[in-house]
């Protein structure tokens, strides 16, 4: 490692030495001229910003990033500190030189040759997930079975001493050491870590699983391949705000956004992704002609129904409301999975069902049943953004994240926060695209909503591993014994 030496506003001189006897020379010579010394790896974009120049010792590659950055790069020797005059330098030879001439580039994830841009892109979208969550400091709340897919997509590799805590006041209490923030599910921590929290000046953010998940349940012990890791609230509260909805109240849609929306909508229609599946299968059997209406039942414990549930009260409660708004229709009920798992509170007999739908439905993918109907009744289902996706109308009882911006039908009341009125495709871009967070199963390496769909797309991805298996058999026997 060489030294680096910057003049910035904050000092006089700003250098990065390297430990051991070369460091040791430098760093005397430096501090002879009144300047700031660091030790160790530093990242030459945050001490590039505002400088002046970069002196650099011969070989440093800090001066390929200061060229291209357009800083005025200077040389001096080791030795004696002398100064060697460095001619100016275009930064575009200098890309050329050391990004593109005779360079062959391939994806990290499939292998496959790609542009520079391409990589570039990938690089920064990385850069972006890290700065984010460079300020958690500890996590609590965190189930041992998704806690190695956790740490990678808070912490992305970086080492750290300790990263989960089962206690919650353990967990504010490491943040508040490292002047950092805290991680947490909500669902598994107590409500009273949100006053400890701001009684040490610590601040919060909420972890939950993205809206295109995994193939399989998180009830079923299936690890998140999507969260959603958000500083101000949780998107499935409606009672205070959260990222997503300021994002979308406020966030400027470029039409390059807007056309990948498009396209990943495309993908995963074509795909039959829903939250906790892919492929398609046959729907059921419902009259050739008139309304078909799909009604989709939900965990009733549920921290979306919960908190953003309004009047209804159960799945049967939602039933009945659904037949008085669609007295004609075609009523389909789908029990919710994690029910129909036996893990999870909700269900109904088919008896009961049957007062007000005219089938129900349970060994039939949603994005299948999505296509078979001609409208959706949802609580506060993820299914109502799934139908939106799929051209459905969509008429919603309580309040979910995708409600108030002009595409639903919204009985449970307008939020005055949400005064946007939406494009479907603004609406996935910000729920979709810069929203969540994705891991490629594959490589363990964070990646796009494309690749995480095209990868659930294939056969191969379908498996079931021995604790997944477990916890289905435990799932039988709940039922048995309901």
């Known amino acids: 490692m060489h030294a680096a030496l910057i003049a910035s506003g904050a000092f006089p001189w700003r250098a990065i030495v390297p430990t051991g006897r070369e460091g040791k020379r430098i760093k005397a010579w430096l501090q002879q001229q009144g300047g700031r010394v660091d030790y160790g790896p530093v990242d030459p974009w945050s001490i590039l910003d505002g400088a002046v120049s970069l002196f650099v010792s011969a070989g440093d590659e800090r001066a390929i990033v200061a060229q291209i950055a357009g800083v005025p790069v200077r040389h001096f020797t080791v030795a004696d500190g002398r100064e060697i005059a460095s001619p100016p330098v275009d930064p575009l030879t200098v890309i050329e030189a050391v990004l593109l001439a005779n360079r062959h580039y391939h994806d990290c994830f499939t292998g496959a040759p790609c542009a520079p841009i391409a990589m570039i892109d990938q690089l920064t979208a990385w850069r972006t997930m890290i700065d984010g969550n460079r300020k958690i400091a500890a996590a609590a709340g965190i189930a041992d079975w998704k806690r190695q897919e956790i740490e990678t997509f808070l912490w992305a590799g970086q080492a750290r001493q300790r990263l989960f805590y089962r206690s919650a006041a353990n967990a504010v209490q490491a943040a508040g050491r490292a002047k950092g923030a805290i991680a947490v599910w909500p669902s598994r921590v107590p409500a009273s870590v949100f006053s400890l929290a ?58 390059s956004l807007i056309d990948r929306a498009s ?7 074509a795909s039959g992704i829903s939250k906790y599946a892919a492929g398609h299968d046959r729907p059921p059997e419902s009259p050739a002609t008139g309304r078909r209406v799909l009604v989709t039942g939900q965990v009733e414990d549920d921290r979306s129904v919960l908190l953003g549930g309004g009047d209804v009260r159960g799945n049967f409660d939602l039933l009945r409301r659904a037949r008085a708004h669609e007295p004609d229709s075609f009523l389909i009920f789908k029990p919710h999975p994690d029910v129909e798992a036996g893990h999870r509170k909700g269900a109904i007999s088919d008896r009961e069902c049957l007062k007000f739908a005219d089938l129900v439905v349970r060994d039939v993918s949603m994005a299948a049943m999505l296509e ?12 109502g953004f799934e139908a939106l996706l799929r051209r459905r109308e969509v008429i919603v009882h309580g309040q979910p994240f995708f409600a108030g911006w002009g595409l639903t039908q919204d009985l449970a009341g307008a939020l005055p926060r949400r005064t946007r009125r939406l494009s479907l495709m603004e609406l996935v871009a910000g729920s979709l695209l810069v929203y969540p967070q994705y891991l490629d199963p594959v490589t363990k390496l964070p990646c796009t909503p494309e690749l995480l769909i095209s990868r659930m797309a294939q056969p191969s991805f379908q498996h079931q591993s021995l604790l997944t298996r477990v916890r289905a058999l435990q799932g039988q026997v709940n039922r048995w014994f309901r």
């Open 372 to 383: 078979a109907v001609d409208a959706v009744h949802v609580w506060t289902s993820l299914a």
């Open 198 to 255: 701001k009684a040490a000046s610590v601040p919060i953010c909420q972890i939950e699983d993205g809206f295109i998940r995994s193939v399989g349940l998180g009830s079923g012990l299936h690890p998140p391949q999507s969260v959603v890791v958000d500083p101000i609230g949780i998107y499935y509260d409606p009672t205070q705000p959260s990222a997503l909805e300021v994002l979308l109240e406020t966030m400027p849609f470029p039409q």
């Open 263 to 269: 396209a990943l909508v495309a993908m995963i229609v």
